[in-house]
């Protein structure tokens, strides 16, 4: 009778806890293997460089951290993401990062906002190309290089800014993004320009790129 009464009292304190709001209490209050469980649920972890890190949560945050060097990816199946590819919304890059991977966040097609650290200096090739939900991203003026077709087909991509600090664009970066109606270069960079939001080099002699999302049914190349 004594057994049966302790059941019923083990029974009752475990209906009673699970009707708690964990998230009101401390971690402490609850036993590691709770916590540990809910966390395996949430998060994704691995390494992507010698020295990095990524972790994805369960709200669809991808955080590279770390120092140095990203790798770079032979494939839009290689980063170690890949198969979550459909579930990240946000990809948040933080200082010490030093490159953006080849490959990398490709196919992402949820992917709406990126945060990219002054502490990154190149894009790789077909970083962020097919991120069809991509609407804007802001390139630090500490990125010298953007590689080819990294930002190919991100349908959703209006507009762009190209900072003082870049001296090299890949070929086609910016190719079949369909609603891209301006590509705009600081005045103060070297090596490229922009007019009416068509990309040209400094000179205005070789047109680049013109933004396909404009809605000119007609293009007066300059006379450069």
């Not at 992917?111 to 970083?127: K, R, Y």
């Not at 970066?173 to 270069?185: K, M, N, P, R, Y």
């Not at 320009?193 to 205005?204: E, H, Q």
């Amino acid at each position: 009778m004594k057994n049966l009464k302790k059941m019923t009292s083990m029974f009752t304190a475990a209906a009673i806890l699970a009707t708690v709001n964990m998230g009101a209490l401390p971690e402490h209050a609850f036993p590691s293997f709770m916590m540990n469980a809910q966390a395996a649920d949430a998060v994704d972890s691995g390494e992507c460089g010698e020295n990095l890190t990524w972790t994805l949560d369960g709200e669809g945050t991808l955080t590279i951290s770390g120092t140095g060097i990203m790798t770079n990816y032979p494939d839009h199946k290689s980063a170690p993401w890949c198969n979550a590819q459909e579930d990240i919304l946000n990809v948040k890059i933080e200082n010490g990062v030093t490159n953006i991977g080849d490959w990398a966040f490709c196919d992402c097609i949820s992917l709406t906002s990126v945060t990219i650290p002054d502490s990154v200096t190149s894009i790789g090739d077909e970083a962020f190309s097919s991120c069809y939900s991509l609407t804007s991203i802001t390139i630090p003026d500490s990125v010298t290089s953007i590689g080819d077709w990294t930002f190919a087909s991100c349908d959703s991509l209006t507009s762009i800014t190209i900072p003082d600090s870049v001296t090299s664009i890949g070929d086609s970066a910016l190719h079949s993004c369909d609603s891209l109606t301006a590509i705009d270069v600081d005045t103060n960079n070297e090596y490229y320009a922009s007019k009416d939001g068509v990309l040209f080099n400094k000179d205005k002699t070789e047109l680049i790129q013109y933004p396909i999302g404009k809605d000119s049914q007609t293009y007066v190349i300059p006379d450069s």
